[in-house]
């Protein structure tokens, strides 16, 4: 792997590595026989469980569980946190409140976007940034060149340097960040009752008053998770739910099972797309 810079263009060379098992592997294999995986972005993801258009439906009508523990989730934190992100990125991020999130993109120096991402502000100097998987290992070297002065940051002056130095970690790395969390995501109508049904009355209160790109942390049935009201799926109801990768797995066994009930099925990565498209 090599990372080199022309013209304030960051181009990336990423090793071809075999595919591997997502956090949730072992509990999809558990799943029904018409389960189809597939190799994704460096991972074995499903495909789907039943149907696409079943599990399209049941989103709309009811509520879908996705695993997307393969997205990437960065730490970046410290005094330079904030101004760090809004360098880098496009949407103005001073003034996203601790509980907030926002949509943005991050470019190079040349303009180049290298992939869209969700800030979450955790505390006045704690962002989580959630990357696509596809551009995760991009972002990591682009982050670490950054911090190293490695690659310009200013096109029509290439001796500038970064000033905002913060701590970067990588969040699904159990020996490198001190909260680790990976994402999974319950998405349809019934995602709030879902949630609700899971914790106590006040935070019950806080998540359903929660306005969309906003987040609170609490335990759903005793797993401390950021439940977020972010998802890609254009549902008007729907959460992203960061766990430790440890309780990624028992949080995804309990909601099936305790709410299938309740149109709960588990989505793949076709239903999942073919919601984008029709959002």
Known sequence: MQERTRVGHFIFDQA???AVGSVLYEQHLKLPSRLHMNPFCGYIMPLWYSTIAAEHSAVRRAA????CTHMGALDVSGPDASDFLDFVTTNKIADLGVGGARYSYILDAAGSI???IIIYRRASERFMVVVNAANEPKIKAYFKALLKDEVPVDTEDIKRKLPYKPDISDMRDISQSRDCRVDIA?????SLDIVSALTDAQTAKQVAA?????FVQAALDEIDCIIAGTGYTGSKTGFELFVH???ASKLWEMLLQKFESQGLVPCGLGSRDSLRIEA
Do not use: E, V
């Open 210 to 214: 929660m306005r969309p790109f906003h």
């Open 245 to 247: 990768p440890d309780n």
């Open 114 to 116: 290298l992939d869209d």
């Open 16 to 18: 071809d590595t075999p």
């Open 64 to 67: 879908g569980l996705f695993d």
């Open 186 to 190: 319950l998405q349809g109508p019934n």
